[in-house]
């Protein structure tokens, strides 16, 4: 069993930055590609970004793609999400995942281990 634990949400303004940490537990997540999503009020829950195992993949939704660098220590068994040029729309609860799987990383049915969340809310 892996437990995820995410960190690092909050209030911020439009064009700000944050940065979300999802430290694991349980096991290493070295041999785990990570993902992060999101999910809005009313809203399905969305893909942000994935990781391989080795962190020499990477993998970004459209929306968020040259504002969010995803990334992973393996040594601290953590997983971050920097997120800069924050908009309005990123407003959403930020979840952590982790899967033994390849792919496909975009699909949340692809995971096996999630976090609890983290608010993030960007006012505009």
């Known amino acids: 069993q892996v437990q995820l634990v995410e960190s690092g949400g909050g209030l911020v303004q439009a064009g700000g930055s944050l940065r979300l940490s999802c430290a694991a537990s349980?096991?290493?997540?070295?041999?785990?590609?990570m993902g992060w999503f999101r999910q809005a009020p009313g809203k399905e829950r969305e893909f942000v970004a994935a990781i391989m195992w080795g962190g020499g993949t990477t993998y970004y939704a459209d929306s968020v793609k040259g504002r969010f660098t995803i990334s992973r220590d393996n040594i601290e068994n953590t997983g971050y999400l920097q997120m800069n040029s924050l908009k309005p729309d990123d407003t959403a609860v930020y979840y952590c995942?982790?899967?033994?799987?390849?792919?496909?990383?975009?699909?949340?049915?692809?995971?096996?281990?999630w976090g609890q969340g983290t608010q993030v809310t960007v006012s505009s």
């Open positions: 995942a982790a899967t033994h799987r390849p792919s496909p990383l975009r699909l949340w049915t692809t995971y096996d281990y």
């Open positions: 349980g096991r290493t997540i070295s041999n785990y590609a």
